[in-house]
């Protein structure tokens, strides 16, 4: 097979900042995908549904013409979010989803929740309106390894979320574990996980052997083998629970190549023919439409998308090994191995 022909593809995790970052990015995502689940982890958090509708339509604006692709908003859920002003925004079309971050879990999480029983009516107003909470899944307490902070954050907060909010759909942003496959496999209609491009492809060997690789780096952390192959048996296996969200995360690489460098990888330009390779090394090509274009709708309970892309299998693939924005380069994330399929209309 070397022609593939999917539904268009979505992205259920997206970071696009703001800015000149937004004006150099939006374009790689929107060139493929018909929507993405838009991260609100700007400085200030996006926690009001009139900054969702401000933030949406300065991401119209950097939109190419000749694209067709639509934003789904998300709030930053605060210990002060305001369960009316929440509620609104869905009902008016604003928003779609709210995102859950443990403060200081990852970059500009500092305005996240310490106390969830200070969002209890809020999650409460979620579960009854049928809002998807989305969970950055991992603690912070420092005595925890950061290597175990998912499946920590698994027993001690999510479970107990869950069983204490009957009803409250639950995405599990980004696992990382076989412990992740395994809970979210066990959480019924109202749970789904997404999964990253990037935590398909690399262990935390790719982080740090033979010297430290900041592009990389990202949260939650990528971990041992044994978990990138969990991941791979649950995005090919066609499980309806498991969807793409690419979680790609730009960042300026002067800021990555750092010191203390920053959390992401940016993959939104070159995702879609890695996962056709990932998915064709594991016989799983027909699995690709499920996990990047239908799986997601159905738990978003939105319809797929009309339009269709096609892919083409040949001579390994040139992508740029960086984009340029106005305030310097960011770099591609790169998968250590030849692409061949190639996105062609
Ligand atoms: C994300 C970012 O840079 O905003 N970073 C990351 O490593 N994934 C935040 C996040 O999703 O954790
Ligand atoms: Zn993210």
Redesign the pocket.
Not at 48 to 55: D, K, N, S, V
Not at 95 to 118: H, M
Not at 182 to 191: I, T, V
Not at 204 to 218: E, F, M, Q, S
């Given at each position: 097979m070397d022609r593939l022909t999917l539904r268009r593809p979505d992205d259920w995790?997206l970071?696009l900042r703001d800015g000149e970052m937004l004006r150099a990015v939006t374009p790689e995502t929107a060139r493929h995908f018909g929507r993405a689940i838009i991260?609100p982890?700007l400085v200030p958090p996006v926690v009001r549904g009139a900054e969702a509708a401000a933030y949406r339509d300065r991401i119209l604006a950097a939109i190419p013409e000749s694209a067709d692709f639509k934003p789904l908003m998300t709030l930053y859920l605060t210990e002060d979010t305001d369960p009316a002003d929440l509620v609104a925004a869905h009902r008016d079309g604003i928003i779609t989803a709210v995102k859950l971050y443990p403060a200081g879990?990852?970059?500009?999480s500092a305005s996240g929740v310490r106390n969830f029983d200070k969002v209890r009516p809020v999650l409460e107003a979620m579960a009854e309106a049928g809002i998807p909470l989305c969970t950055?899944g991992e603690v912070v307490d420092s005595h925890v390894d950061i290597f175990d902070r998912e499946a920590v954050f698994i027993d001690t907060v999510l479970d107990p979320l869950r069983r204490n909010t009957p009803g409250l759909r639950v995405v599990m942003?980004?696992i990382t574990t076989s412990q992740g496959v395994d809970y979210a496999r066990s959480g019924g209609e109202d749970l789904g996980a997404t999964i990253t491009t990037h935590h398909l492809v690399i262990n935390r060997n790719a982080i740090l052997v033979g010297g430290i690789k900041p592009h990389y780096y990202?949260?939650?952390v990528a971990k041992r083998e044994e978990h990138r192959l969990a991941l791979r048996e649950a995005a090919t296996s066609g499980d309806a629970c498991f969807f793409l969200g690419t979680?790609s995360?730009p960042?300026l690489d002067h800021l990555k190549e750092n010191a203390c460098g920053?959390?992401?990888?940016f993959t939104a330009t070159n995702t879609m023919s890695i996962l056709a390779e990932v998915f064709e090394q594991d016989g799983a090509l027909d699995k690709l439409e499920g996990f990047a274009s239908l799986n997601g709708p159905r738990f978003y309970r939105l319809p797929p998308n009309e339009s269709q892309i096609v892919l083409e299998k040949g001579a390994p693939v040139d992508y740029p090994a960086h984009i340029d924005t106005v305030e310097g380069p960011v770099t591609v994330f790169d998968p250590m191995m030849p692409l061949h399929w190639r996105v062609v209309e």
């Amino acid at each position: 097979m070397d022609r593939l022909t999917l539904r268009r593809p979505d992205d259920w995790h997206l970071h696009l900042r703001d800015g000149e970052m937004l004006r150099a990015v939006t374009p790689e995502t929107a060139r493929h995908f018909g929507r993405a689940i838009i991260m609100p982890n700007l400085v200030p958090p996006v926690v009001r549904g009139a900054e969702a509708a401000a933030y949406r339509d300065r991401i119209l604006a950097a939109i190419p013409e000749s694209a067709d692709f639509k934003p789904l908003m998300t709030l930053y859920l605060t210990e002060d979010t305001d369960p009316a002003d929440l509620v609104a925004a869905h009902r008016d079309g604003i928003i779609t989803a709210v995102k859950l971050y443990p403060a200081g879990a990852t970059t500009n999480s500092a305005s996240g929740v310490r106390n969830f029983d200070k969002v209890r009516p809020v999650l409460e107003a979620m579960a009854e309106a049928g809002i998807p909470l989305c969970t950055h899944g991992e603690v912070v307490d420092s005595h925890v390894d950061i290597f175990d902070r998912e499946a920590v954050f698994i027993d001690t907060v999510l479970d107990p979320l869950r069983r204490n909010t009957p009803g409250l759909r639950v995405v599990m942003e980004h696992i990382t574990t076989s412990q992740g496959v395994d809970y979210a496999r066990s959480g019924g209609e109202d749970l789904g996980a997404t999964i990253t491009t990037h935590h398909l492809v690399i262990n935390r060997n790719a982080i740090l052997v033979g010297g430290i690789k900041p592009h990389y780096y990202c949260l939650p952390v990528a971990k041992r083998e044994e978990h990138r192959l969990a991941l791979r048996e649950a995005a090919t296996s066609g499980d309806a629970c498991f969807f793409l969200g690419t979680d790609s995360a730009p960042h300026l690489d002067h800021l990555k190549e750092n010191a203390c460098g920053c959390a992401g990888c940016f993959t939104a330009t070159n995702t879609m023919s890695i996962l056709a390779e990932v998915f064709e090394q594991d016989g799983a090509l027909d699995k690709l439409e499920g996990f990047a274009s239908l799986n997601g709708p159905r738990f978003y309970r939105l319809p797929p998308n009309e339009s269709q892309i096609v892919l083409e299998k040949g001579a390994p693939v040139d992508y740029p090994a960086h984009i340029d924005t106005v305030e310097g380069p960011v770099t591609v994330f790169d998968p250590m191995m030849p692409l061949h399929w190639r996105v062609v209309e």
